[in-house]
């Protein structure tokens, strides 16, 4: 066990959590989040995020979980991993990062180092140095303190691009010594590191790798869409371009969750307080969020269709609820959102998702176990393809229910 480098990693959601658990195996970490319920519920090793059961969240080394803001005290390594979402009109909320920055600059002490992870647009780590580190602190970033930033690529739902397999960047301006300190200790988190000097290098990688895939995705969308207006077969049309070495096998989508219809803001926000608009990225947006409207489209047409001919409200089935397979989290689920939107028009609309977390199938009165009913349903609807959904498309298939498939997920 290293006794010198005391990691304090603040914010444990779906990114922090694990960094935490690689930490604890070599440092006595801490574990800091605000949250008292989140606290709670990993002292009774529960993961309400569904990524790690029971077994994998006991304590090492003495390590700790706590909301209390003490705890801050004991630390000389803090590592921030808090939420960078948008407002409503889309422009970035760094309220998080601000109040964390705070929060450390209160504690910090000589020779300590700091590195945030959250996704933020290119600039933002200078801007907090300057802003709250430095003037809470009353210490100089670069003299007294170093600053590093380290972006995050975890990918819940995904158990073969964990933390410890993946490659990580990680920009440490600092002097050999600190590169030297934060190295090992970063070494003990991912398979290999990927370093440059440069912050505003890092930052901008990592919004850039969501958004090419924002954008990738929002190209089979669109073609999607065309494919539909002129009932060409899709599926047919990619089983022929993807033939070529070089085509690229995207799959159409309801892009959601907290960093792809996210990031490409953080970035048009910067280039246009430098008086640049990036075009291609807001068109990519503007595609993506136009799949729920061509969804529930799809789902009404049928509903009228079914009325018209058997003379029925008809029971409707929408499997699949967050943002996507096999994750807990519903931020910015597209699918949730058409769902709800559905209910307030239709009356037989029902949801099922047994993979979402417990407080949103209660709050959306989302079904988990529909065993008992599934016969009884007129219309089936598949948006979202967690694994344990596909035999439920199997055994729909098999009774000869009507089923919509609007996003191709089964073919
Ligand atoms: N979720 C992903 O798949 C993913 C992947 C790569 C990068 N990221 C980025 O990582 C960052 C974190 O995302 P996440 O999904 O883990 O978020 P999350 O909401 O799951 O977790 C963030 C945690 O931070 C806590 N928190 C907020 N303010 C705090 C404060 N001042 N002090 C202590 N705790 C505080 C919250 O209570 C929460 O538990 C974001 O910038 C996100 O864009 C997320």
């Not at 033939?243 to 959601?256: A, I, M, T």
């Not at 007129?378 to 694994?387: E, M, S, T």
């Amino acid at each position: 066990m290293n006794n010198k480098i005391k990691p304090c990693v603040i914010g444990l959601g779906y990114v922090g959590l694990p960094l935490f658990l690689r930490l604890q195996t070599k440092y006595f970490s801490i574990g800091f989040d605000n949250d008292k319920s989140r606290i709670k519920n990993l002292l009774k090793k529960i993961d309400t995020n569904k990524e790690f059961k029971k077994q994998n969240l006991f304590l090492k080394n003495r390590s700790i979980f706590s909301s209390n803001k003490s705890v801050l005290k004991k630390s000389n390594f803090f590592i921030v991993t808090v939420p960078t979402p948008v407002t409503k009109n889309n422009k970035p909320d760094i309220s998080f990062l601000k109040n964390a920055s705070i929060l450390i600059a209160k504690n910090l002490k000589k020779g300590d180092i700091i590195i945030f992870e959250s996704t933020v647009y290119p600039s933002t780590t200078n801007f907090l140095i300057k802003h709250y580190l430095n003037k809470f602190s009353n210490l100089i970033e670069g003299v007294h303190y170093f600053v590093g930033y380290s972006p995050e690529r975890v990918n819940p739902g995904d158990g073969k691009h964990t933390i410890s397999k993946i490659k990580k960047i990680l920009a440490i301006p600092g002097n050999s010594q600190i590169k030297k300190k934060v190295k090992s200790v970063y070494k003990h988190v991912s398979k290999k590191l990927i370093l440059t000097n440069s912050i505003e290098s890092a930052e901008t990688a990592k919004v850039i790798e969501n958004i090419q895939r924002d954008l990738n995705i929002a190209f089979i969308n669109e073609i999607l869409l065309f494919t539909d207006k002129m009932k060409y077969n899709f599926n047919e049309i990619l089983r022929l371009a993807s033939s070529k070495w070089n085509f690229l096998n995207f799959k159409p989508g309801l892009v959601g969750g907290h960093c792809l219809p996210v990031d490409p803001h953080y970035l048009n926000y910067i280039a246009r307080l430098n008086k640049m608009k990036l075009r291609t990225l807001i068109a990519g947006r503007d595609v993506n969020n136009s799949m729920q409207k061509f969804v529930s489209r799809k789902i009404e047409e049928k509903i009228i269709l079914i009325r018209k001919e058997k003379k029925i409200e008809p029971k409707v089935l929408i499997c699949g609820l967050t943002y996507k397979k096999n994750v807990s989290d519903v931020r910015n689920s597209l699918s949730l959102k058409i769902f709800v939107n559905l209910r307030k028009k239709y009356k037989n609309i029902f949801g099922y998702d047994n993979v979402c977390e417990d407080k949103i199938s209660s709050k959306f009165k989302i079904q988990r176990n529909i065993e008992m009913i599934k016969d009884s349903f007129d219309l089936v609807v598949f948006l979202v393809d967690h694994k344990k959904n596909k035999s439920l498309y199997d055994y729909f298939k098999r009774q000869k229910k009507i089923i919509i498939d609007p996003l191709k997920l089964y073919k």
